[in-house]
């Protein structure tokens, strides 16, 4: 039987959505969670770019001062027995620790090997960002440079994402959950966006 990712009423449930939701808040404070690349060691590596994104930098049309909408994306050949992706914009601090979650989508279905500009593929789903919307939206503060990292999980036949989970929490749990619900293969870009004044 599959493992299902969801909100659930069980105390052993409850006690990691404790346990996650201070993972967040240490993150929010700068001095938590690492950056997605540096807690990566034990997943298969999978390449995931975006034709878009030149030079590190997010163009406006990607962002809230633009369509605000996701980049193309596209990445590498996923494991064998990969269930399905999950894409996620994470937001981090200058010191690269997480600070938000800015998109988080799932049930992607494995033959696919990317995305269209703005395009919730066929059977996907957004799962709440760290505002409780279910959108992609890169809007730092006027005057303020932020980094961003775009990331690519690979779910095995053993996890199913429930759209019951919000995207926090399931970013947790796929990087660094329990090992039954850790993501094998994981992929990985980071941008930054400027907003003027």
Not at 120 to 141: N, T, V
Request: charged share 15%; hydrophobic share 40%; with cysteine.
């Amino acid at each position: 039987m599959r493992r299902q990712l969801q909100a659930v009423s069980s105390a052993a449930s409850i006690s990691r959505i404790v346990l996650l939701l201070a993972i967040v808040l240490s993150g929010c404070g700068g001095s938590g969670t690492s950056s997605p690349a540096a807690s990566a060691e034990k997943q298969t590596f999978v390449p995931l770019a975006s034709a878009a994104i030149v030079g590190g930098r997010i163009p406006a049309r990607y962002t809230c001062d633009g369509a605000n909408i996701a980049p193309p994306i596209k990445w590498g050949t996923l494991p064998t027995g990969t269930n399905e992706v999950a894409l996620f914009v994470i937001g981090l601090t200058p010191s690269h620790t997480l600070s938000s979650i800015e998109w988080a989508m799932a049930g992607i279905k494995p033959e696919l090997h990317g995305i269209a500009a703005g395009q919730l593929p066929s059977g996907a789903f957004l799962e709440e960002a760290s505002d409780g919307k279910r959108q992609y939206s890169i809007c730092p503060p006027k005057g303020q440079t932020k980094l961003y990292e775009f990331v690519l999980f690979a779910l095995p036949p053993t996890v199913r994402v429930s759209g019951e989970i919000n995207g926090v929490n399931l970013y947790h749990n796929l990087a660094e959950g329990p090992p039954e619900d850790r993501a094998p293969a994981r992929g990985a870009f980071s941008a930054t966006y400027s907003r003027r004044r």
